[in-house]
C-alpha cells in the first residue's frame, strides 16, 4: 500500500477502519443467526472461507516497499517510480 502518496494511505486506512467496525457490529448477528438457523458447522465454515478469501488477497499484492524511497504527493508519483534505496534502481 506504500505505492501511493500518504493522503492516499492515510484514506486508505480510514476507509478499512471504518469498514472493519461495521463488520464487527454485524458479525455477532450473523454469526448468531447462523448458529440458530443452521448448524455449528456452518457458521465456522462461512467464517473461515472469510478468512482464506482475504489470505489470497494479501497473496495478490503488488509489491513490497521495504526500505523503498517513497513519494509523499500524487506528482512524485506520476514522475517517479519507486526506487530500492540501496541500489537506486527502479522496481517497476
Given at each position: ?5 500518504t ?37 465456522v ?21 521495504k ?26
Open positions: 500500500m506504500q505505492l501511493y502518496p493522503f492516499m494511505r492515510t484514506t486508505g486506512v480510514g476507509v478499512a477502519s471504518s469498514v472493519s467496525r461495521i463488520g464487527g457490529m454485524v458479525c455477532p448477528l450473523v454469526a448468531v443467526s447462523l448458529v440458530q438457523g443452521c448448524h455449528q458447522t456452518a457458521a465454515v462461512f467464517f473461515a472461507s472469510i478468512v482464506f478469501v482475504a489470505g489470497i488477497c494479501v497473496l495478490l499484492f503488488p509489491f513490497e516497499t526500505g523503498l524511497d517513497l513519494a509523499d504527493s500524487l506528482s512524485g508519483t506520476k514522475q517517479e517510480k519507486p526506487q530500492d534505496s540501496e541500489t537506486g534502481r527502479a522496481l517497476i
